[in-house]
């Protein structure tokens, strides 16, 4: 079902869009803040996101705010940070009920707008500063966070693949920043970062549910309208320069499991045709890496391909036995080569439209995806429907994937090895 999208500036930089829904029962405020991604501030950020959206003046304890929000029908508030290609996304969300399911006949709208302009407007500070105690407990939340990073070492090679292939680039950073950078925030400088949000940052104000939120657009614009405004922080991606030549670094580490990275940069602009093209390759349980690297050859314990359209990057990660890391390698490179040259089948080709345009279907499905959706066009400014981009994969032609996948360069092949002996590469 198309949902029906609106959006108008309510403010300097500040934008309310709605997404209407009849089908769901409940509703979703979304704020989202928008800062340059730097590895200076993206730490204050991230204990700042926790810290507003735990307690305020009104509910100054956990306690206190938890019994609020189970009162409000077990409302769920949030406060958390993410990149947009080399953004930070600062993002405060309330998920709620629709009035009409509340059994006392409780304004749902005011209520959950009011949570959120208690936390972003009249949050838990004296004298310019955040509570030591309560600080210290968000801090070790987001250090925790970070340190758990580690433990996957998926997610462990992909971010050091990332900050190696965009290495001077904002989007080498953590959107929660460094252990380091948490540790050095202080009740005043956090209080500080609070204020930069604020007044500084782009606003988009995204509400999705089956609500008209009229009430809530008339609450926040009069909020945000009252907010000292100037010089608001200019947030936009570029693509990622190719370097001269493919950076090859392996790092040593005790894991039972070898981890492979191979990052390659595109700049194909015809977005549709990159996805479709990334499930034939690696996207899909019938993909070329799923059935030819990992099932028939066994090169791999695991082995999936991903495209950042934002950063205009694609990925291959796999969890190799180190005695096979060259021999993955070398057949990943030539899985791609064969889609290059055409060797793949119409049958390959409806398959991937098939399983792309069911994920994008699955987007309508829940008002946390949908906002993100939406977040993300606007980000980009090309607002366009799920159901807009599935007209589009529909429409894709062969020639469109295989030029898709010659503008698939390789820029980065990352390896976690284990401490025994360096593992033969190319």
């Known amino acids: 079902m198309a949902n029906n999208f609106q959006r108008r500036e309510i403010g300097k930089d500040i934008y309310f869009s709605r997404i209407t829904d009849s089908r769901f029962k409940t509703n979703g405020i979304f704020i989202a803040f928008l800062s340059p991604l730097s590895e200076e501030i993206a730490s204050e950020n991230a204990v700042v996101s926790r810290y507003i959206s735990k307690l305020n003046k009104k509910n100054p304890t956990y306690t206190s705010m938890n019994n609020m929000l189970s009162a409000m029908y077990c409302a769920k508030l949030c406060g958390s940070v993410s990149s947009m290609g080399d953004t930070q996304g600062i993002i405060f969300s309330i998920n709620y009920i629709d009035s009409k399911y509340a059994l006392n006949g409780e304004n749902m709208d005011s209520e959950a707008v009011e949570v959120l302009a208690d936390c972003l407007f009249n949050p838990f500070a004296e004298n310019k500063k955040f509570d030591e105690n309560i600080l210290s407990?968000?801090?070790?939340?987001?250090i925790d966070d970070i340190e758990s990073e580690i433990n996957d070492k998926q997610a462990y090679a992909s971010q050091k693949a990332y900050e190696i292939m965009f290495r001077n680039e904002p989007y080498a950073f953590r959107a929660l920043g460094t252990v380091e950078g948490v540790k050095r925030v202080t009740p005043e400088s956090a209080y500080?970062?609070?204020?930069?949000?604020?007044?500084?940052?782009?606003?988009?104000?995204?509400?999705?549910?089956?609500?008209?939120?009229?009430?809530?657009?008339?609450?926040?614009?009069s909020l945000f309208t009252k907010l000292p405004r100037d010089e608001i922080f200019s947030c936009k991606t570029r693509r990622s320069p190719l370097k001269p030549a493919p950076e090859t670094v392996e790092e040593k580490m005790d894991v039972t499991q070898s981890k492979m990275i191979l990052g390659f940069k595109t700049d194909c602009d015809?977005?549709?045709?990159?996805?479709v093209m990334n499930e034939i390759f690696g996207g899909t349980p019938t993909s070329k890496l799923f059935e030819n690297v990992r099932e028939k050859m066994?090169?791999?314990?695991?082995?999936?391909?991903?495209?950042?359209?934002?950063?205009?990057?694609?990925?291959?990660?796999?969890?190799?036995?180190k005695g096979n890391i060259k021999k993955a390698y070398s057949e990943i490179l030539n899985q791609l080569k064969s889609i290059q040259t055409g060797d793949f089948t119409e049958e390959d080709v409806v398959n991937a439209k098939m399983y792309r345009k069911n994920y994008l279907k699955a987007y309508n499905d829940s008002l946390n995806a949908i906002a993100a959706w939406y977040m993300s066009?606007?980000?980009?400014?090309?607002?366009?429907?799920?159901?807009?981009?599935?007209?589009?994969?529909?429409?894709?032609?062969?020639?469109?994937?295989?030029?898709?996948?010659?503008?698939?360069?390789?820029?980065?092949?990352?390896?976690?090895?284990?401490?025994?002996?360096?593992?033969?590469?190319?």
């Open 137 to 142: 407990l968000e801090k070790q939340s987001v």
């Open 270 to 275: 015809n977005l549709s045709a990159l996805f």
């Open 298 to 321: 066994s090169l791999c314990y695991n082995c999936h391909s991903s495209i950042n359209w934002i950063k205009g990057a694609a990925f291959v990660s796999c969890g190799v036995e």
């Open 377 to 426: 066009r606007i980000y980009c400014d090309s607002i366009a429907t799920p159901e807009e981009w599935a007209e589009r994969t529909e429409k894709v032609t062969k020639e469109e994937i295989i030029k898709a996948a010659n503008s698939l360069k390789l820029d980065t092949f990352y390896v976690l090895s284990s401490d025994e002996e360096k593992s033969e590469q190319k």
């Open 192 to 221: 500080r970062a609070y204020l930069r949000i604020l007044h500084h940052c782009r606003i988009e104000i995204i509400c999705s549910g089956t609500s008209d939120f009229e009430e809530v657009k008339k609450k926040l614009t």
